[in-house]
């Protein structure tokens, strides 16, 4: 590992095309963040029934991974600017429509579901196009410092946006959260105007159906993108659900609930330092030395498991986010590096795909599973199976070369 300590790259990249992409992504992360704490807090006040709650969230999440594939074959053969642009504005209508419906007390679930469904599926045809569109914003030698940006960016977002759509909704109400939401998806939209238009198909271009099959060559054809990406199906398995579900449970038991709140924090501090500094390091085998950090991210299940106690948990959050970040850094370098430049929304939804659709089971799983064998050792069984799922990859050659 090097540091790279010339800063002259960093503020081309930030005065360049680059710099309005990564404005606009902050744009549509804030609104993003703000929204999932909005809308959650908006249909309890509005219904107060939990029960309403995980049917909007369900309708947001479904259409994401069901559209996911159709959004990278999209994203390949048209401009991704384009799909951007209007991936933003669709989900301003819809959470704008939705902002309208709370402000005006005329909650309904299943309208409010409806247009959460729509919401999430333009987020499906977003993510393929945000992944691709960075290679035609940076030149190859600047991907690990833009996806570092990227990086910073978001986890600083994660911090602050939760926190003030809670204090709107508090203060003012969800309807009005989600309406701050929906304009921020405007303002991101705008700010994508002013990046190159990119790629369009040409009218003998073959059909979408061959380019997904297309796409599912490529994908198949490079072993060690298949076998990662099923590495993060087992890892988001591991982790999502036991962190999710039974961490806060955990950790509440030793401590209280302000100790999960300190665990939060301290975790999301360890993914905004570790970015930053990323933005200088330079690893001699990236892909590598990503993964094998990646195993840190399975201490906090392991502290779960093993302690409880929230100051324990929350050391091993921060050491684990390091890991977190570098491995999310150097995945996203990889597969813009190596993966065709045609074909690479494509490859990114097939393994946004494989990576997330573990989740919800992961999600659902845990509560009855905590109830027959116990919280914490289904933490610490999860922990030592997360260790397991990160070593996977390097069962190709091309990982162990790094």
């Given at each position: 590992?090097?540091?790279?300590?010339?800063?002259?790259?960093?503020?081309?990249?930030?005065?360049?095309?680059?710099?309005?992409?990564?404005?606009g992504?902050?744009?549509?992360?804030?609104?993003?963040?703000?929204?999932?704490?909005?809308?959650?807090?908006?249909?309890?006040?509005?219904?107060g029934?939990?029960?309403?709650?995980?049917?909007?969230?369900?309708?947001?999440?479904i259409?994401?991974?069901?559209?996911?594939?159709?959004?990278?074959?999209?994203?390949?053969?048209?401009?991704?600017?384009?799909?951007?642009?209007?991936?933003?504005?669709v989900?301003?209508?819809?959470?704008?429509?939705?902002?309208?419906?709370?402000?005006t007390?005329?909650?309904?679930?299943?309208?409010?579901?409806?247009?959460?469904?729509?919401?999430?599926?333009?987020?499906?045809?977003?993510s393929?196009?945000?992944?691709?569109?960075?290679?035609?914003?940076?030149?190859?030698?600047?991907?690990?410092?833009?996806?570092?940006?990227?990086?910073?960016?978001?986890?600083?977002?994660?911090?602050i946006?939760?926190?003030?759509?809670?204090?709107?909704t508090?203060?003012?109400?969800?309807?009005?959260?989600?309406?701050?939401d929906?304009?921020?998806?405007?303002?991101?939209?705008?700010?994508?105007?002013?990046?190159?238009p990119?790629?369009?198909?040409?009218?003998?271009?073959?059909g979408?159906?061959?380019?997904?099959?297309?796409?599912?060559?490529?994908?198949?054809?490079?072993?060690?993108?298949?076998?990662?990406?099923?590495?993060?199906?087992?890892?988001?398995?591991?982790?999502?659900?036991?962190?999710?579900?039974?961490?806060?449970?955990?950790?509440?038991?030793?401590?209280?609930?302000?100790?999960?709140g300190?665990?939060?924090?301290?975790?999301?501090?360890?993914?905004?330092?570790?970015?930053?500094?990323?933005?200088?390091?330079?690893?001699?085998?990236?892909?590598?030395?990503?993964?094998?950090?990646?195993?840190?991210?399975?201490?906090?299940?392991?502290?779960?498991?093993?302690?409880?106690?929230?100051?324990?948990?929350?050391?091993?959050?921060?050491?684990?986010?390091?890991?977190?970040?570098?491995?999310?850094?150097?995945?996203?370098?990889?597969?813009?590096?190596?993966?065709?430049?045609?074909?690479?929304?494509?490859?990114?939804?097939?393994?946004?795909?494989?990576?997330?659709?573990?989740?919800?089971?992961?999600q659902?799983?845990?509560?009855?599973?905590?109830?027959?064998?116990?919280?914490?050792?289904?933490?610490?069984?999860c922990?030592?199976?997360?260790?397991?799922?990160?070593?996977?990859?390097?069962?190709?050659?091309?990982?162990?070369?790094?």
């Amino acid at each position: 590992m090097t540091s790279d300590l010339s800063a002259a790259p960093v503020r081309l990249l930030l005065s360049g095309r680059f710099g309005w992409f990564l404005a606009g992504r902050a744009v549509d992360l804030f609104g993003t963040s703000m929204t999932t704490v909005a809308l959650a807090l908006g249909v309890l006040q509005a219904s107060g029934r939990a029960t309403d709650l995980g049917v909007v969230l369900a309708t947001s999440m479904i259409p994401t991974l069901a559209l996911l594939l159709a959004g990278g074959v999209l994203a390949d053969r048209t401009s991704r600017r384009g799909l951007l642009i209007a991936a933003n504005t669709v989900s301003a209508a819809a959470v704008g429509a939705i902002a309208v419906v709370l402000i005006t007390g005329r909650y309904h679930l299943g309208t409010v579901a409806a247009l959460s469904l729509v919401s999430g599926a333009a987020g499906a045809f977003a993510s393929p196009a945000l992944r691709g569109i960075v290679p035609e914003l940076v030149d190859d030698a600047d991907l690990r410092r833009a996806n570092a940006l990227l990086s910073s960016t978001r986890n600083g977002i994660r911090i602050i946006a939760p926190a003030v759509a809670g204090l709107l909704t508090a203060t003012a109400g969800g309807g009005w959260a989600l309406a701050v939401d929906a304009a921020s998806y405007l303002v991101a939209a705008a700010l994508f105007l002013r990046l190159p238009p990119g790629r369009r198909t040409a009218a003998t271009a073959p059909g979408l159906g061959a380019e997904f099959a297309a796409g599912w060559r490529v994908f198949r054809s490079m072993r060690w993108v298949m076998l990662t990406s099923f590495s993060y199906a087992l890892v988001n398995a591991f982790a999502v659900g036991p962190w999710n579900v039974l961490g806060p449970t955990i950790v509440t038991a030793h401590g209280g609930a302000f100790g999960w709140g300190a665990v939060l924090s301290v975790r999301a501090a360890g993914l905004l330092s570790t970015s930053l500094v990323a933005v200088k390091l330079v690893f001699r085998r990236p892909l590598r030395t990503g993964l094998l950090l990646g195993v840190m991210s399975a201490l906090p299940l392991l502290a779960l498991g093993l302690s409880g106690k929230a100051w324990t948990v929350a050391g091993a959050a921060f050491v684990g986010g390091i890991g977190f970040t570098i491995a999310g850094i150097t995945w996203d370098t990889a597969l813009q590096t190596r993966v065709p430049r045609e074909a690479l929304s494509r490859v990114s939804a097939f393994d946004d795909l494989f990576s997330f659709i573990a989740i919800p089971l992961s999600q659902v799983a845990m509560g009855p599973l905590a109830a027959a064998a116990g919280a914490q050792r289904v933490a610490l069984v999860c922990g030592v199976g997360y260790v397991g799922a990160c070593l996977l990859p390097f069962l190709s050659p091309v990982i162990r070369r790094g």
